[in-house]
């Protein structure tokens, strides 16, 4: 039988910290939404990453519900919001009824434009709208032009929202990402760098941070106001991560560094054993940008000898997981009706696959694939792909 390889699973720590640490949430009983763990879990979180404050929630999805809604967004509200991601960075935009306007990336860091962003503010300025948010995402553990587009949020005067579910330990000239506009989201579903089964973190850097912290902790609990009885005056959530969940989330804080070395070791052997085929490159590091390596994720050229599904065909009848890279959310049938703002002009021409599309998400969409990355792989298993993966040029 052919051994089976992960993309990217969970891997919890060799000494059995997180055990150790839920078994203390039921010696003591400390079982649903308040702990130990929990709080020590967010201590960690703002304490890693130099968040002001931090809370803990069941998911980066509901992270990024609580971060617009604490930037004020509302129904009809703009909000500008890299396309190409993971649908749960747009899907809360809708969930309060605002108005996404997707931005495409640029190819140094495959994230958000900011030049494409500045048209965006333009376009909309003349017609007399603002945003309410502008999310970026640090794909893949890759950080965005960061400091370039919270400028020009901060000229604005808009919040900036970074999605920083896959990027935990990425920095930028040692800053964390998450960390450089007024709210971050992290992530700990399964695949995650760290996981907890299922969770995320909403980090808090406005200047009444502890305030805003307040109101996601009122929403993120049923919005129960002051009063014997149960009242309501706001709509709330049962967004609560549990104090057993943070026990695991507590034990992988333990061991995210050795993680994060694997993810990158992963990374420079692909680099390092893929280097002769030239029609590969890799995706951007930079000096100033410590990646985290999430996933390892190559381009493939479009006049080369190999197209990206045969590498994954390849792979996957040898039983190894691998993924195309995100589909742009322009280019997804349920946002369809919504704007996007791009440096590059639509193709005259209509292509089976991509439409008319010619955007910078669209093309790393079409020439990528993410590599299998998961840390506990082997050199023989990274051997395996390797060569996999060589044998389809001959
Ligand atoms: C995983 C992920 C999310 C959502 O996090 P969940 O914890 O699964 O809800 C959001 N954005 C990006 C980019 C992600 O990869």
Redesign the pocket.
Known sequence: MKQHIFLASPHMSEEGFEQKYIQKAFDTNWLAAAGENLAVFERQLADKTGAKRTVALS????A?HMALKAAGVGQGDLVFCQSL??S??ANPILYEKAEPVFIDSESDTWNMDPEALELAFEKYGRAGRIPKAVIV?H?YGICAKIEKVAEICKKHQVPLIE?A??SLGTTFRGKHTGNFGDYG?V???GN?IITTS???MLLINTENAEEREKKVRFWSTQAREAARWYQHEEIGYNYRMSNIVAGIGRGQMQVLEKRIEKKKYIFNYYKTQLADLKEISFMPQTDANENNCWLSVIQLDDSGKVRPLEIMKALELEDIENRPVWKPLHLQPVFQNYDFISLREKLAVTDPFMGADNSVAGELFRKGVCLPSDTKMTDEDLARVCSIIKSLWG
Do not use: Q
Request: hydrophobic share 40%.
């Open positions: 998911s980066g999805t509901a990024m991601t993971f749960a960075t995402v794909l999605d579910a896959e989201i992530s700990f579903n995650k299922g969770g995320g």
